[in-house]
């Protein structure tokens, strides 16, 4: 999707790591580990990205520091779309299906762009912890660890039916999006 809005990968991979990580100042070569890029292409489209206003620098230690300019003019859509495409669900919904039986998917926190004091995550039935342990880490690019919850389906439906905190505000916030809900009103009603 982005590729389309825009004409370089690097470019792109650069956007989200700044938009998303807003007070963070980064070097050349440690964006070039981080994104696993040739140094001349991050190089050059950080000054594409200078030129244009969204990033800025400061030298400090004898190094130049890039970081995001949060008064660009359009900064807030840019980061949206970033935002958007970043914790794009789709491919989140169907690589965490194959790690099998997903009953109820909820996504709280950074993935719908709020701080969050419990988790990111809570999924309801039976997957591979390991797997997706695995690929939390090194698939998902975040500005934090993703906290997650893994529960079966007879525990949800235990704290569904004593109106557990926890569960009763993850899936009554109107602003966390339910990805996969698999339980039928009969079942239990997931709002409560």
């Given at each position: 999707?982005?590729?389309?809005?825009?004409?370089?990968?690097?470019?792109?991979?650069?956007?989200?790591?700044?938009?998303?990580?807003?007070?963070?100042?980064?070097?050349?070569?440690?964006?070039?580990?981080?994104?696993?890029?040739?140094?001349?292409s991050?190089?050059?489209?950080?000054?594409?990205?200078?030129?244009?206003?969204?990033?800025?620098?400061?030298?400090?230690?004898?190094?130049?520091?890039?970081?995001?300019?949060?008064?660009?003019?359009?900064?807030?859509?840019?980061?949206?779309?970033i935002?958007?495409?970043?914790?794009?669900?789709?491919?989140?919904?169907?690589?965490?299906?194959k790690?099998?039986?997903v009953?109820?998917?909820?996504l709280?926190?950074?993935?719908?762009?709020?701080?969050t004091?419990?988790?990111?995550?809570?999924?309801?039935?039976?997957?591979?912890?390991?797997?997706?342990?695995?690929?939390?880490?090194?698939?998902?690019?975040?500005?934090r660890?993703?906290?997650?919850t893994?529960?079966?389906?007879?525990?949800?439906?235990?704290?569904?039916?004593?109106?557990?905190?926890?569960?009763?505000?993850?899936?009554?916030?109107?602003?966390?999006?339910?990805?996969?809900?698999?339980?039928?009103?009969?079942?239990?009603?997931?709002?409560?």
């Open positions: 999707m982005l590729k389309r809005l825009f004409t370089s990968n690097t470019r792109i991979k650069l956007m989200t790591v700044f938009l998303m990580n807003p007070a963070e100042e980064y070097f050349i070569r440690e964006l070039t580990r981080k994104l696993d890029e040739q140094i001349n991050i190089r050059r489209e950080l000054d594409n990205l200078k030129r244009v206003g969204l990033l800025k620098t400061r030298t400090k230690n004898r190094k130049k520091y890039y970081y995001v300019n949060t008064g660009f003019i359009i900064y807030e859509e840019l980061k949206s779309i935002i958007k495409a970043v914790s794009s669900n789709e491919n989140l919904i169907k690589d965490i299906q790690m099998g039986e009953i109820v998917l909820a709280s926190g950074q993935f719908v762009d709020r701080p004091t419990s988790v990111d995550m809570l999924i309801v039935g039976n997957v591979d912890r390991e797997r997706l342990t695995q690929y939390i880490n090194n698939e998902l690019r975040t500005k660890p993703i906290k997650f893994v529960m079966n389906e007879e525990d949800y439906r235990y704290r569904q039916s004593c109106k557990d905190k926890f569960v009763s505000d993850l899936m009554n916030d109107e602003d966390n999006q339910i990805a996969i809900n698999k339980m039928t009103l009969a079942d239990v009603d997931v709002r409560l």
